[in-house]
C-alpha cells in the first residue's frame, strides 16, 4: 500500500513539475519531444531487430554477433537514452493519469524487463564466441527479446485507447 502512495506521490510531482507543465502548455513542445521518442524507438528497434535476426540465423551470417553488437552498441544505448529522457518528459505531462492506465503499467513492466535481460542475459549471449553458446539457446534469447520489446511497444501503443481521468484516479488513491 505505502509503494502505492509514493509512486502516485510521484506522478502527482511530475504532473505538477516544470516539465510536466511546460510540455502540457506548449502547442509545440508535445509534438516536439514525441518526434524524438519516436524517432529513438525506430533506431532501438532497428539495433534490437538486427540483433536478434543474427541470433536467429535468418541474416547477417557472414557477420560474428560479437562484432554486429559492438557496431550496433553506440547506437542501442544512444537510442535507449533518447526514449528514456523523452518518454520520462511526456509522462510527465499526464503523469497522474497514467497511473490508472493499465496499458502504461503493462509498458513500464514490459520495459524494466526488457532493460534488465538486455543489459544481463542477452548481452551476455551477444558478445560471447558463438561456438560456446548452443543455437538451441541463442534462439531462445532472440525470441524472449522480441517478445519483451515488442511488449513495450505494444503497450505504448495501447495508452493512447485506454481512457483514464486523472478525477478518477485521485478519487480513487489512498
Known amino acids: 500500500m505505502w509503494l502505492r502512495a509514493l509512486i502516485l506521490s510521484f506522478c502527482r510531482w511530475c504532473n505538477n513539475s516544470f516539465f ?12 516536439f519531444v514525441e518526434i524524438f521518442h519516436l524517432l529513438g524507438l525506430a533506431v532501438l528497434g532497428g539495433t534490437i531487430l538486427v540483433l536478434n535476426l543474427r541470433l536467429l540465423g535468418i541474416s547477417f551470417r557472414g557477420e560474428r554477433t560479437a562484432d554486429l553488437a559492438k557496431d550496433v552498441r553506440p547506437w542501442t544505448l544512444g537510442s535507449l537514452l533518447v526514449m528514456l529522457v523523452s518518454g520520462f518528459l511526456l509522462f510527465s505531462t499526464e503523469a497522474v493519469k497514467m497511473y490508472g492506465n493499465w ?12 532493460i534488465l535481460f538486455t543489459f544481463t542475459i542477452y548481452r551476455k549471449v551477444v558478445t560471447s564466441d558463438e561456438s560456446r553458446i548452443a543455437p538451441v539457446w541463442r534462439v531462445a534469447v532472440a525470441l524472449v527479446s522480441l517478445v519483451l520489446w515488442t511488449g513495450v511497444g505494444l503497450g505504448g501503443r495501447a495508452i493512447g485507447y485506454v481512457t483514464t481521468s486523472a478525477s478518477s484516479v485521485s478519487a480513487s488513491a489512498p
Open 20 to 31: 510536466g507543465h511546460g510540455i502540457r502548455n506548449s502547442v509545440w513542445l508535445f509534438p
Open 103 to 114: 496499458a502504461f503499467r503493462w509498458k513500464m513492466i514490459f520495459l524494466l524487463s526488457a
